[in-house]
């Protein structure tokens, strides 16, 4: 049974700066893929990056592609998102996600992200 953990949300002006963590417990981290997703008020929860195993692979989403940079540090259990020139629709809560395949994965409790013009 994994735990995830996110930190690092906050209020942040237009064009502003914020790097998200996950931190997962157990000893299994290293084998799964990681993403992000986000949920803004009135919309359903999207897809936002991913990243392998091995960090060999990485996906964006459209909307975040040459803003966000997602990394993780096997050795510390631990996935990232760095976000830059952050905009207002960015505003979301930001919920790490570990995909295991043939199940419904693992998912944090949630982060908030508020961008303010």
């Known amino acids: 049974q994994v735990q995830l953990v996110e930190s690092g949300g906050g209020l942040v002006q237009a064009g502003g700066s914020l790097r998200l963590s996950c931190a997962a417990s157990?000893?299994?981290?290293?084998?799964?893929?990681m993403g992000w997703f986000r949920q803004a008020p009135g919309k359903e929860r999207e897809f936002v990056s991913a990243?392998?195993?091995?960090?060999?692979?990485?996906h964006n989403a459209d909307s975040v592609k040459g803003r966000f940079t997602i990394s993780r540090d096997n050795a510390k259990n631990t996935v990232y998102l760095q976000m830059n020139s952050l905009k207002t629709e960015d505003t979301a809560v930001y919920y790490c996600?570990?995909?295991?395949?043939?199940?419904?994965?693992?998912w944090g409790q949630g982060t908030q992200v508020t961008v303010s013009s």
């Open positions: 990243i392998s195993r091995s960090a060999r692979t990485i």
């Open positions: 157990g000893d299994s981290f290293s084998r799964y893929s």
């Open positions: 996600n570990m995909k295991v395949r043939g199940t419904p994965g693992y």
